[in-house]
């Protein structure tokens, strides 16, 4: 392979919502270089690639930055922290204006205010977020996009990051990247658990099937602080096409409803995790299937729905185009998707300062690889960014050097090559893939078990994967993009060692659905009001339980 | 749900291909866009939206409930023209006013 060397100030991994705001931060704070390296095309990457309909965090009139925490952490059970989700809090506002000022059109009411959705959305025409965002980074002197540079790995010596390794994923150029700091943005974790629709749909998914967890894969062999991998995230969604129900729920008032047409979210509480929870618990006592009541809607509502869904899920207004029925004359079955981990609807990744600094000296993360702050979405995203790339500035004065060694490079090559010269391989790694979603479905609370599982199945869970990774290290790639597909896989059944690992520490079940363990089946605040964090020790995943950072307080690392 | 690219009416400019945010559109030999990875697409519609010429509509998969209807996309100005294509030969459009904030 050929290889490409380069030396930066800041190395971004990521060009989506977290990654592009850091890099545009950075560039308004100082004149450092900055490469942002984004295995796809920055335009369309990420989570916004069709758009978004709403923005989801944002602080309306009459509301305070404090009442946005108050609601993560009612949704959270408790098992958020509170100093992250307010310095996150107190910027969505502001970075709202900065989209504005981009270009995106948010709907305002006859004061000039932004209209709002209840009380922490803002209504948008955001089908153009995606673009607007990256044209922003592409314009900036000092930013240097690499697109389709898949970055393998980070390189740390004595807890301190030197930089990365990449692998163009058509160019098939090796590239070694030093830089003074590291921004980790690369998003969360889908494809572990078997999806809805495991055929042909099987990237029909609620989240990005090309966010492999590659940050908290790196993370997590790095011996940085991991924390809540036990707090999966299960959407609930329109059936079939995984579209959003917010917009339904939010936008017309659809309750949830069972096959009797009895309203049943009432009975489960609404949080999100009740919200699968109880419609789990109605298909399995037979009052399936579940829907979103908009039969009777309007007929403006009806064309609303269908204009607001080909601005972010497309797929949903097609179904109802081809069932020839609108929303008025149909309700929206529902399901629950297959369990994800990701950092922005719930409080999974790395363990962070309010600087978001991780645990090893000049990696910062931001968005959905960062813990600890759910309900992140957007505007959350953005702020991340903003205040990992203060921190970056800030950090970057100490002049403090890092190297990669050539011993480094030489390993990270060999392995690659390896992989790109083995001319024969028993298994693929789509077949590898779907025997570790098939293992997480059955052992680690999949849809095949309702989400719930039991320290038996988990312990089999844990074996089959660790047997999968032993048997990953002999695939074959023909090409620079089958290789990213191994490196994926492998990332993903990293995720997945620390995922039964966490799911196995929390003797409780504080949140139905996303952790819903049979052998403790109650919550214990008693015991378990405490964050679950991990760490990786010799190749064994150690856990932390920590106490929690009560209000008013702020979590510093020092241990 | 994925993608259908007309050979005839692909150029071969290759945005399709620079768009895709799964890297799944490669252009052959004699340039012509074709989905390398079928099973991957996301249904994101990134590639539909820059097609100059509409070559490239999207489907539902019969898995999920697919009948037949392809979907592209024109933009006028600031509409974004949606038209739909059934298999019985009916077409229906949804014009978005890209300046236009949803309702819901």
Known sequence: MDIKRIKTDVLIIGGGTAGCYAAMTIAERSDKKVVICEKAHIKRSGCLAAGVNALNAYIVEGRTPQDYVDYCRNDAAGIVREDLLLTMSERLNAVTERLEQLGLVILKDENGKYAARGNRNIKINGENIKPLLASAVQALPDVTVLNRVNITDIDVTDNRVNGAFGIGIESGIFYVIEAAAVIIATGGAAGLYKPNNPGFSRHKMWYPPFNTGAGYAMGIRHGAEMTTFEMRFIALRCKDTIAPTGTLAQGVGAKQVNSLGEVYETKYGLTTSERVYGTVNENQEGRGPCYLRTEGITPEQDESLLKAYLNMAPSQTLKWIESGLAPSGQNVEIEGTEPYIVGGHTASGFWVDTKRSTTIRGLYAAGDVAGGAPQKYVTGALAEGELAAVSVVEFLESNDTSEISEGSVQAQLEEAERFLGEDHSLYSTEQLEEAMQTVMDSYAGGIKTNYRFNEKQLDIADRKIRQLYALSDSLHADDPQELMYIYELRERLVVCRSVIAHLKARHETRWHSFAENLDYPERDDKNWYKYVNSRLENGEIKIILRDITERGTVYEHSD | ?104
């Open chain 2, 1 to 104: 749900m994925s993608i259908a690219i007309d050979r005839d009416k692909c150029i071969g400019c290759g945005k399709c291909h620079d768009v895709c945010p799964g890297t799944l559109i490669r252009l052959d030999d004699a340039r012509r866009a074709y989905i390398r990875y079928p099973r991957d697409c996301w249904g994101c519609t990134s590639c539909i939206k820059e097609c100059p010429v509409y070559a490239i509509r999207f489907y539902l998969g019969a898995d999920i409930g697919g009948m037949g209807s392809l979907v592209h996309t024109e933009r006028e100005g600031d509409i974004l023209r949606w038209i739909i294509d059934s298999p019985d030969g009916s077409v229906s459009e949804i014009r978005i006013d890209q300046k236009e904030s949803n309702k819901y």
